[in-house]
């Protein structure tokens, strides 16, 4: 309804109005994506700072993420707002140009369409950037379509250049991919002591990330979402079984309906189409996620 009312103003007023989102508020958004932190990460004790961003946010714990459950199928799912059968990412090795199946759309750099391309070319101006732990995240994205992409290796490295960019550059959209979690699952087991340990120190960085947001001035006008790609079961993942296809999906800022237990069904290529909302986009049309708006305030 809210994305509906401008459309019944004046062409006039529509064009001396500044550009809004559809959910108020909101001027910037800071994604938090956590490799192999899966639903069965969760426990009371291990994530307090999480556990107060669901408490004052939104969140579903029962998120799918796609198979098969491997990293780079799920990020580019996450981002592209689609499964692998549409952007045929379905497999770590994939390349723009080695994979078994083409994607549907194929834009610029020979990617399907992610969110960091539809928001920079429905909002030009916007600073937009990607901070990656795992050195194979930055091949999901079209580079040419970010002011700054940067692998940068280990999660407290990351969170401190997130907190140091943030206060630094402001930027209207930023991705923070976190793949510690993950290494502990495939050396230690998942659910092994070492592995919820790892999950208590991303629950600290995210802890870090917040109140970088703070500092920056950008409190009360960031969304922030946090997620993961899949979850795992012994010391892998790629599976078929629910420990490894289950994501937590938080989201936490101006808009959101604090508070909630989402109980719509949450894909990970909800994440895109999602955030495209938020901010008033329109989503390309070969995405298939839809909006999670249940998190979201009426
Ligand atoms: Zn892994």
């Not at 289950?246 to 109980?263: D, R």
Request: with cysteine; hydrophobic share 45%.
């Amino acid at each position: 309804m809210k994305r509906l009312v401008p459309l019944l103003l004046s062409g006039v007023i529509l064009a001396l109005a500044p550009v809004s989102s559809a959910v108020p508020g909101v001027e910037h958004i800071v994604v938090i994506g956590s490799d192999g932190m899966g639903s069965l990460a969760f426990k009371e004790t291990n994530a307090p700072v999480m556990h107060r961003l669901m408490k004052e946010g939104a969140y579903t714990l029962r998120a799918r993420g796609v198979m098969p459950t491997s990293s780079s199928p799920n990020w580019a799912s996450m981002i592209m707002g689609a499964g692998p059968e549409q952007h045929g990412v379905t497999s770590n090795d994939w390349l723009t140009n080695k994979f078994e199946i083409p994607a549907l759309e194929v834009g610029p750099e020979g990617m399907f369409p992610t969110i960091f391309r539809v928001v920079r070319e429905q909002k030009p101006d916007a600073h937009i950037a990607c901070l990656h732990d795992w050195d194979g995240f930055g091949r999901l994205l079209e580079r040419g379509m970010v002011n700054h992409v940067e692998h940068v290796k280990d999660a407290i490295e990351t969170a401190g250049k997130a907190a140091k960019y943030l206060k630094e550059h402001k930027p209207q959209f930023l991705f923070i991919h976190f793949d510690g979690v993950d290494h502990a699952g495939h050396a230690f087991g998942w659910k092994s002591p070492t592995y919820f340990k790892s999950v208590e120190l991303v629950d600290s960085l995210i802890g870090d990330v917040v109140q970088a947001i703070d500092e920056a001035g950008m409190g009360g006008k960031t969304l922030v979402l946090i997620s993961a790609d899949h979850g795992g079961v012994g010391t892998k993942h790629g599976g078929d079984t629910i420990a490894e296809l289950e994501i937590p999906w938080i989201v936490y800022g101006p808009g959101v309906a604090k508070g909630t237990v989402i109980h719509q069904p949450v894909n990970t290529y909800d994440t895109a189409a999602t955030l495209a909302w938020v901010l008033g986009l329109k989503a390309p049309a070969a995405w298939i996620g839809r909006p999670v708006t249940e998190a979201f305030a009426p």
